[in-house]
């Protein structure tokens, strides 16, 4: 039994890092290593490459363009989500007789998948026929004019992930104790410094996990330009990983593709050290 | 006799949407529609024994029924228009010959699962045949399993479809390296639509549509309807992507290849030569017309509703999209379709051939392999095309069915399926999408420069140049790393 | 006290609106399931069908096996979600209660398979998985699925906010580290792993490009395949019946969802999400 247990928590870990070994860091650094080659359409290995791949793909102005689409979508849709689930969750945080229909309705759009959501949001953004046009009473071309489309784009991501970020804002928020609330009432404070001064930072490893998950998930997004635009117009909807996707299977360059897969695993890698870093500073641990 | 068979072909029209109706949920093969398919079985009958030998000797390719796997792409009503086609298969030609097709759906691009299976190395779960769209066909010939239709005519067995009765402009569409390397299934053209209704309030006449960009760049300035400076109606409708853009140069003078090694048929694209030729600001000089009107429109949010609706005088489309314009527009208006506006009045080109072929594969067994075989040619046949197209609104690129009473009634009526197939066979075979394979590259960098000419954002020339340089830097990319 | 249940009143009425705008376009969808063509394609506002009728559903039915996809959609999503939550909640047990050698950098390792895109390893494990003679089966399928660090992230979060006392006071009880797993953690752990369980369940019901990689028969599809079908890439969108089979696609997770979001909501009050 004393054997045992220094292998223990390595027999609980095993699963999922056998796992891990076989389907993610095998694939990953083997694709890491063919990114130093040259690889022809049939995927065969044709020569040293040295950084040649980076740097045809980090001079392709469509990959720039991408890494900048990229940024706007994550800097517009994961602070927007949480920063809306936040409201929701202080709105729902008081509990009242019908609070668990509300409650349900806030959350109900982690239950949709992304495509169904795709559709159901082309049909709104039509220009002609679409409910969005019609109640703002605006002619816009939502998601096919270069000036609007990813600003569309990141309001569908930002939807979809509301209800996801409101259930585990909601959670910590119910359990910040109630005396601090009660002694910020007593003194006066307004709604906007309870939040603020009191329950802002008690949430806070919250919202630093829904921030570090959702920059994460949101720089290798890939599934609405894929079915919804086709990266256009004008290549204004084409993030990273669906200019390695085109890359791959509609131009059979895995040269280009790989490379921008390890670009991009590279971004979100210093994203998620950068909120690492904030999370010294800026978070709370009770 | 002609009265009786267009009743017979109402009967089996009506048979087959009832095949259609009860196929419901769960089960892929059910016994209704096998019923309804032998009823229809006789006629069928009739006309195989006519193209072969008796009927006394039996055809089975071996004892036991040889399981044949199809990948196909189709979706919605043409995916049932294709199960239709294997059930029929099963019932008669299957039935003969010992053979038994499952098919089945693999995502809209069959091309991209087998090339992941292919570098996987994955040649176990290869189908026996699949659909691929042309643009696929010089990686797909490339593949170790891979038999082209060219090397089984050679070997001049089995044949139920006569090489001759190919189109000569499909078959074209499908050669790679003179190898013929699929049979044609589903194919199309380009075609103008247009509102014999707003034409006539516009005062032209509906009977005769504009032959050439020119005098569509006239039409579009009277069908445009304004609203002060908001237009309400758009002459035209089309974003001309590489697919539009191919079919107007390609079909300039007598033909153009668009690219080097014509077209990347002869050999591995490495340019495009609309640059060096001219062809290419001959096309945009006139398309400068269409944009100086002011009436359209040169991005498509939902081009067939917006035509459906009368948002759009005109519109430009593939021939695939009749059926559900039809479905869409019903009898709100007459509507009408006409070969695509030539960019000179002289042109003699005509457009490309588009949509899908069916490719095959050996997996080591003979028996599979002559199974295999003749259903791919049966997809070819008068048959297999008849019912699959007439059920999908592609066009049928088999020539003796042309000379059928039954597609003669089909076309009489279905008027707006003439002028693709009368472009089809005027066109020159020539006239191709090109094998570019950096296919999804050139597509993007034809549409942004396109669109931004269209926008005011950029003259004529940077146009011209930006697709020119961009195209060929593209291609000189692939051409380094893949050239042999 | 009256001025009080009327502020009560309307604070309870303005959630509601805010939920009603919220979920505004599920309802939508809904509306437009029941929409003839016609309706749909109109320049005026129009927001509910002008009477309930069934034909899109019965169009979605008749041109797709859209039932056989759920069922398989069901066991690809149950799975992988229930070998999810079995793996993640092992590894964050060894995360969140164990002292070992390489914790950190084992953690930060799984961490980073977040930042891998699916996509790039595609090819790859295609390969592996065809080796092991999985293609055409439900395990196959699922062989994406079935781990993910999101969800040992979601575990250990949990965890750490259980006091280590617990976990000191039941070892001196002589109870064994996998008894206290299975007879204690994971009954207090209802609302993480019901959380778990649907966001899991959710993201794989509707997964399309593997589930049609590894299976070659129409049989094995899945209902995000059944969606596609109806989207014709050459005829253009048919929505009516895309709509109808939405509708009936996000019908099973909404009632899991359901069912199920009061546990976590109500559960993880007790034990919230801390670092």
Not at chain 2, 412 to 431: F, G, H, R, Y
Request: overall charge negative; proline content about 4%; charged content about 20%.
């Amino acid at each position: 039994m004393k054997k045992l247990g220094k292998i223990e928590p390595y027999i609980y870990l095993s699963p999922a890092l056998i796992y891990f070994a076989v389907f993610s860091f095998y694939p990953f650094l083997r694709t890491i290593g063919l990114t130093f080659f040259t690889v022809s359409a049939d995927g065969k290995v044709k020569a040293f490459a040295g950084l040649d791949n980076y740097i045809h793909v980090l001079t392709d102005p469509a990959f720039l363009r991408s890494i900048w689409n990229t940024l706007v979508y994550v800097i517009l849709a994961s602070p927007l989500a949480i920063f809306i689930a936040l409201i929701l969750a202080v709105l729902a945080n008081k509990k009242t007789r019908i609070s668990s229909i509300y409650e349900t309705m806030f959350s109900l759009t982690m239950a949709m998948s992304m495509s169904v959501t795709a559709m159901i949001f082309k049909i709104m953004y039509n220009p002609n026929v679409g409910l969005i046009n019609k109640l703002l009473g605006t002619k816009i071309n939502w998601l096919n004019d270069a000036k609007y489309a990813m600003v569309s784009m990141s309001f569908i991501s930002v939807w979809m992930n509301i209800g996801f970020n409101f259930l585990f804002l909601l959670a910590a928020i119910r359990g910040v104790p109630g005396e601090l609330l009660e002694s910020a009432d007593i003194d006066g404070a307004s709604l906007y410094k309870k939040v603020t001064k009191v329950i802002l930072p008690m949430i806070s490893p919250t919202v630093f996990f829904l921030i570090c998950t959702s920059l994460a998930k949101n720089i290798i997004m890939a599934g609405l330009p894929i079915i919804l635009t086709e990266g256009g117009p004008k290549g204004s909807t084409s993030t990273m990983i669906y200019y390695m996707y085109k890359q791959a299977f509609g131009n059979m360059s895995y040269n280009d593709a790989y490379a921008a897969a390890v670009i991009t695993f590279i971004f979100t890698l210093i994203a998620t050290l950068i909120s690492f870093s904030f999370e010294k500073k800026g978070v709370h641990y009770s | 006799m002609k009265r009786f068979i267009s009743l017979l072909m109402a009967a089996i029209m009506i048979l087959s949407l009832a095949a259609c109706g009860a196929k419901d949920t769960g089960e892929v093969k059910e016994p209704e529609s096998t019923e309804t398919a032998q009823e229809v079985q006789p006629e069928a009958d009739s006309q195989q024994e006519e193209a072969q030998e008796p009927a006394e000797e039996s055809k089975r390719i071996s004892d036991a029924d040889i399981e044949i796997s199809f990948w196909h792409h189709m979706e919605g009503t043409n995916a049932n228009a294709l199960e239709t086609v294997c059930n029929n298969f099963n019932d008669t030609v299957g039935k003969e010959y010992g053979i038994i097709v499952t098919p089945s759906f693999q995502g809209t691009n069959t091309a991209e699962k087998l090339n992941t299976l292919a570098q996987a190395g994955d040649w176990v779960n290869f189908p026996d045949i699949c659909q691929v769209a042309s643009a696929g066909i010089p990686t797909i010939s490339g593949y170790d399993l891979f038999v082209s239709p060219e090397e089984m005519y050679a070997k001049g067995e089995n044949i139920i479809l006569p090489r001759e009765s190919i189109i000569a402009n499909n078959a074209r569409t499908f050669t790679y390296k003179d190898e013929l390397c699929a049979i044609p299934f589903s194919n199309s053209t380009i075609l103008l639509y247009y509102n014999k209704g707003l034409f006539e309030a516009a005062g032209l006449d509906p009977e005769n549509p504009p032959k050439t960009i020119a005098e569509m760049a006239e039409a579009i300035e009277k069908l445009t309807q304004k609203d002060g400076d908001e237009v309400t109606t758009y002459g035209l409708n089309v974003q001309v992507k590489r697919y539009q853009l191919v079919n107007w140069v390609g079909g300039e003078g007598e033909y153009n290849f668009i690219g080097d090694n014509e077209g990347g048929r002869a050999g591995l694209m490495s340019k495009v030569t609309f640059g060096e030729d001219g062809t290419l600001m001959t096309y945009l000089d006139e398309w400068e017309k269409v944009i100086a009107t002011g009436g359209y429109k040169p991005v498509e949010d939902n081009i067939n509703e917006e035509f459906a609706m009368e948002l759009s005088a005109m519109a430009i489309m593939s021939s695939a999209r009749i059926g559900k314009l039809k479905d869409l527009i019903g009898d709100e208006f007459e509507w009408g379709t006409a070969p695509l506006p030539k960019v000179n009045a002289s042109d003699k080109g005509g457009t490309a051939v588009g949509g899908s072929g069916i490719v095959m594969f050996d997996k080591g067994d003979a028996d599979e392999l002559t199974a295999t075989w003749i259903f791919q040619q049966y997809l070819g046949g008068e048959d297999a095309q008849y019912d699959f197209c007439t059920a999908s609104g592609y066009i049928p690129m088999n020539k003796d069915l042309y000379e059928t009473e039954k597609m003669k009634t089909y076309m009489a009526e279905n008027p707006e399926i003439v002028a693709a197939v009368d472009q089809l066979l005027a066109s020159n075979p020539n006239v191709q999408e090109p094998f570019d394979i950096v296919t999804g590259d050139i597509n993007s960098i034809i549409d942004e420069e396109m669109v931004a000419f269209a926008q005011g954002e950029q003259d004529k020339q940077t146009t011209h140049d930006n697709i020119v340089n961009k195209c060929n830097q593209k291609l000189a990319d692939y051409v380094k790393v893949n050239a042999e | 006290m009256k001025k009080k249940t009327y502020q009560n009143i309307l604070y309870q009425v303005v959630c509601l609106l805010v939920g009603l705008i919220i979920i505004a376009p599920i309802l939508y969808a809904f509306s437009i399931s029941f929409m003839e063509q016609r309706e749909i394609l109109t320049k005026k506002l129009h927001l509910l069908p002008n009477r309930f009728q069934w034909d899109n559903y019965k169009e979605a039915l008749r041109l797709t096996h859209l039932v056989r996809y759920m069922l398989n959609s069901f066991i690809l999503a149950g799975g992988s979600s229930l070998v999810r939550v079995i793996v993640a909640s092992l590894a964050a047990f060894s995360f969140a209660f164990f002292e070992f050698k390489g914790k950190n950098f084992l953690f930060m390792l799984c961490m980073s398979t977040m930042m891998i895109p699916g996509d790039v390893v595609l090819i790859t494990n295609y390969k592996t998985v065809a080796s092991l003679g999985l293609t055409d089966t439900y395990f196959g399928m699922m062989t994406m699925f079935l781990v993910s660090v999101m969800n040992i992230f979601m575990f250990r979060q949990y965890y750490l906010s259980f006091s280590k006392e617990l976990y000191e006071a039941s070892k001196a009880d002589g109870c064994g580290n996998l008894r206290f797993f299975t007879s204690i953690l994971l009954p207090l752990s209802k609302p993480v792993i019901a959380t778990v369980f649907i966001s899991s369940f959710v993201s794989t019901w509707n997964t399309y490009l593997w589930p049609m990689l590894v299976t070659n028969k129409d049989t094995m599809r899945t209902v995000q395949v059944g969606i596609t079908m109806l989207n014709s890439k050459d005829g253009g969108t048919i929505y009516g019946p895309i709509m109808a089979a939405s509708v009936m696609v996000m019908v099973p997770t909404l009632i899991i969802f359901i069912v199920f979001q009061k546990q976590i909501v109500g559960g993880m009050m007790t034990g919230s999400v801390k670092g």
